[in-house]
């Protein structure tokens, strides 16, 4: 089984810098999947980690240490659309259904 | 290409009702897969398919009946709603073990 844990909710200021970290024990591990989720919306896809170390696509960031079952996605220069629900997503090793277990979500408010 | 798309976006029933979610990809993806979402409860998956005519059951599969028998369509059932199935449902698909593509919900209130 799976357990994921990501903090509820955190603030941030316009132009920061802001990590959100998530952490899992599994039986099994075969990658990591951050989603970003506005109010009333669809998940959308970020990023995908599944060995050690930094992925990075613009202001966007994940890391990945499997040998101490831990993420964090690190959002930089926040602008006010970044508020959002931010979603971590692990991948068990035997899963030939590509099903992913899901924290409960991390809800970031960027003020001005 | 509307990628994920679910009918309907908002629904009403009543305790013992039953009802069918329709979700249809049109980026050829072999796997679908059903999730439900409650507050501080993240994405559950209910039910998943990695191709036409299987499906397996994920998490929480009770309540929920599923078919595949199109590649493009994956149905969701349920056959007598509950209260505790009041929540906002999800269907996603993926090209293999790629990144999961959702759709935009249905939001379902069994009174």
């Known amino acids: 089984g799976q357990n994921i844990d990501q903090p509820t909710e955190m603030t941030a200021t316009e132009g920061a810098i802001v990590q959100i970290n998530c952490t899992y024990q599994t039986s099994g ?20 980690n599944v060995l050690d ?7 966007f960031s994940s890391f990945l240490s499997r040998s101490k079952g831990y993420s964090y996605l690190l959002l930089k220069e926040l602008q006010m659309k970044d508020s959002a629900s931010y979603l971590c997503a692990v991948r068990d090793a035997d899963n030939a259904g590509n099903m992913l277990t899901f924290g ?4 970031l408010m960027v003020k001005p | ?36 979402q409650d507050p501080g409860m993240g994405l559950r998956l209910i039910h ?32 007598s709603a509950a209260p ?23 939001r379902l209130t069994v009174t």
């Open chain 1, 29 to 48: 591990f075969n990658g990591l999947f951050w989603y970003q989720q506005h109010a009333g919306e669809a998940p959308t896809f970020l990023s995908y």
């Open chain 1, 53 to 59: 170390g930094l992925e990075e696509k613009g202001r």
């Open chain 1, 104 to 107: 409960g979500g991390t809800r």
């Open chain 2, 1 to 36: 290409n509307a990628g994920v798309t679910q009918t309907p976006k908002f629904r009403v029933l009543k305790t013992g009702q039953s009802m069918t979610l329709l979700c249809a990809q049109d980026m050829n993806h072999e796997y679908m897969y059903w999730y439900r």
């Open chain 2, 48 to 79: 998943y398919s990695v191709g036409e005519g299987t499906t397996a059951k994920g998490e929480v599969p009770d309540g929920y009946n599923v078919s595949r028998l199109k590649k493009q369509n994956f149905l969701l059932g349920l056959e």
């Open chain 2, 84 to 106: 505790s199935q009041t929540s906002v449902y999800f269907c996603a698909s993926s090209l293999g073990t790629d990144e999961q593509y959702f759709g935009p919900g249905t």
